[in-house]
């Protein structure tokens, strides 16, 4: 997966609560395993009304936010199912980056296992940052190695992350990329298991 370490963008501020999974993503378009494509559905039935035609004042629709690569969200962010289309949605509209007060675990796992970056701040400081993203300046900071983010008027604000999930989003590291990283042990391991064990080879 692609590093994150650290991203300037526009945030927009969705100030829902318990935004859960279906309406990140609803379930019509579970029908692929392709990430690419899914930016369309996210958040559909709030970005269109029933003819599919754009509502206007939803905040990804507003040509401020457009092109948004921060979203500053509600409480419980994700519950709901685990599908791990939210995360791949959120991505490939070009979000890196969720921030809230709290996630629901399973979407909180699909975001570092996706490379897209969870953070956690107080209740007061996401409340901070949705009120000076309504603002005539909606650019934010968002450090990893340093732990902070930045808001538009550059208050700071820092937060806590595991550090092996740190080191991986650091790294670009998922599942596959760790498991690469001893495929010197593994090739080791499967010529000494062809030499003991030639019919399996067959």
Known sequence: MQAFTRLDGRAAPLSL????????????FLKTVEREGLAKGLFYDFRFDGEGNEIADFVLNRPEYKGSSVLIAGDNFGCGSSREHAPWAL?????????????????????????????????????????????????????????????????SFRFEIDPVRKDKMLKGLDFIGETLMHSADIDLYESKRALDRPWLEA
Do not use: W
Not at 17 to 28: E, F, H, L, M, S
């Open 91 to 155: 991505m490939d509209y070009g979000i890196m980056c969720v921030i809230s007060t709290s996630f629901a675990d399973i979407f909180n796992n699909n975001c570092f296992n996706n490379g897209l970056l969870p953070v956690v701040l107080k209740p007061e400081e996401v409340a901070q940052l949705m009120d000076e993203a309504k603002g005539g300046n909606h650019m934010v900071s968002v450090d990893l190695e340093s732990q902070t983010v930045v808001s538009p008027s550059g208050r």
């Open 17 to 28: 609560a318990n935004i859960d999974t279906d309406q990140i993503i609803p379930k019509q």
